[in-house]
């Protein structure tokens, strides 16, 4: 299977900040990679799709790159609403998920 | 648009097979491949397996022998039934369509909210 590693697993930002979550597959995956958001009891909502496709009614804020192995999620001047947890996935071959990068209010 | 909700038993003995049910409403099922993930509390996310469009299913290779996945097209519904329950499949087990046809399945929109099943005697 293809393993996915989210860095780093937790980070205090304030508002306004801009953060950056990495997330490494161990082995290429091109561009086919999700990102979600996900906040205390409830599902994840989908961001970003094929790796930077801003999925419709996501804030433009959020943006993703990357392919290959290694992508990244960024949030430009992070805002009260962003503070969850986000989660990759690949879909290369069988669904995997990183292990989740929680953004905390600093 | 397109919503799913899980149902099923909020509590299941060890050893005991798990059943779960989502039901799909704003959309058929017909065409699309529907998928099963579980989230243990305070973990990650792991898949569980799918429904394809074509009837056929995959699963976890980790869990694959406990796996059954099914579908009711007359009721709009899939199911899960996940055998030898134990403590370690303790989780919120949410339902999910997948965006792309081939078998890996894409990415999953929308989501249920998410069923918790306690494994305990």
């Known amino acids: 299977d293809i393993q996915m590693t989210q860095s780093p697993s937790s980070l205090s930002a304030s508002v306004g900040d801009r953060v950056t979550i990495t997330c490494r597959a161990s082995?290429?995956?091109?561009?086919?990679l999700a990102w979600y958001q996900q906040k205390p009891q409830k599902a994840p909502k989908l961001l970003m799709y094929k790796a930077s496709n801003l999925e419709s009614g996501v804030p433009s804020r959020f943006s993703g790159s990357g392919s290959g192995t290694e992508f990244t999620l960024t949030i430009n001047s992070l805002q009260p609403d962003d503070f969850a947890t986000y989660y990759c996935?690949?879909?290369?071959?069988?669904?995997?998920f990183g292990q989740g990068t929680k953004v905390e209010i600093k | 648009q397109v919503q799913l909700q899980e149902s099923g038993p909020g509590l299941v003995k060890p050893s005991e097979t798990l059943s779960l049910t989502c039901t799909v409403s704003g959309g058929s099922i017909s065409g699309y491949n529907w998928s099963w993930i579980r989230q243990p509390p305070g973990k990650g996310l792991e898949w569980i397996g799918y429904?394809?469009?074509?009837?056929?299913?995959n699963s976890n290779p980790s869990l694959k022998s406990r796996v059954t996945i099914s579908r009711d097209m007359l009721k709009n519904q899939f199911s899960l039934k996940l055998t030898s329950m134990t403590a370690a499949d303790t989780a919120v087990y949410y339902c999910?369509?997948?965006?792309?046809?081939?078998?890996?399945?894409?990415?999953?929109?929308?989501w249920g909210q998410g069923t918790l099943v306690t494994v305990s005697s």
């Open positions: 082995q290429s995956i091109s561009n086919s």
């Open positions: 429904m394809y469009s074509s009837g056929s299913t």
């Open positions: 996935q690949q879909y290369k071959s069988y669904p995997t």
């Open positions: 999910a369509r997948g965006t792309l046809l081939g078998w890996a399945g894409g990415w999953f929109d929308p």
